[in-house]
């Protein structure tokens, strides 16, 4: 009986261990508080870089849109949506998903997926307005998540 009990208690501390893991690893991720009221979101340098390189990579989008948009190309409009699509995000690695906190999950999951819907609409809708007002949308995704946090370096 004594053994029963042992392995009640074993079980029930490694549950709460990957319980409390996967809290940290999903949910919490790699952050601290910053001295302007933002979240410092503490990663490697590469992978500073990398999510550096993605929104670099919104912006040059958004940039292709508004001048496709200004000529009402809706074709190079659905292009250049496409480019940084949900399928864009496959490439990050799980590591990297680990040290970033939910919310900034869901506002990158959320971004990708409003580029896709600005695609498929500018292609079946072929209205411009509509797609101008689905990138201001959008876009306060990126002042969102540009107001709640900065990414530094560990130094690493």
Not at 79 to 86: F, P
Not at 94 to 113: E, I, N
Request: aromatic share 6%.
């Amino acid at each position: 009986m004594k053994t029963c009990n042992l392995c009640w208690t074993i079980s029930t501390a490694l549950v709460l261990i990957v319980i409390g893991m996967a809290y940290k690893f999903f949910v919490v991720g790699s952050v601290v508080p910053d001295t302007d009221g933002r979240e410092a979101i503490i990663l490697e340098s590469t992978e500073r870089d990398l999510v550096r390189e993605e929104m670099r990579m919104f912006l040059s989008s958004i940039q292709k849109i508004t001048g496709a948009l200004s000529v009402e190309d809706m074709e190079a409009t659905a292009k250049a949506a496409r480019e940084v699509g949900a399928a864009s995000q496959q490439a990050v690695p799980g590591t990297l998903m680990g040290k970033l906190p939910m919310s900034f999950k869901k506002l990158g999951f959320d971004t990708h997926s409003k580029f896709d819907a600005l695609a498929l609409d500018a292609e079946s809708l072929g209205d411009s307005q509509h797609s101008l007002q689905q990138l201001s949308t959008l876009m306060k995704n990126c002042i969102d998540c540009h107001s709640i946090y900065q990414i530094q370096s560990s130094g690493k």
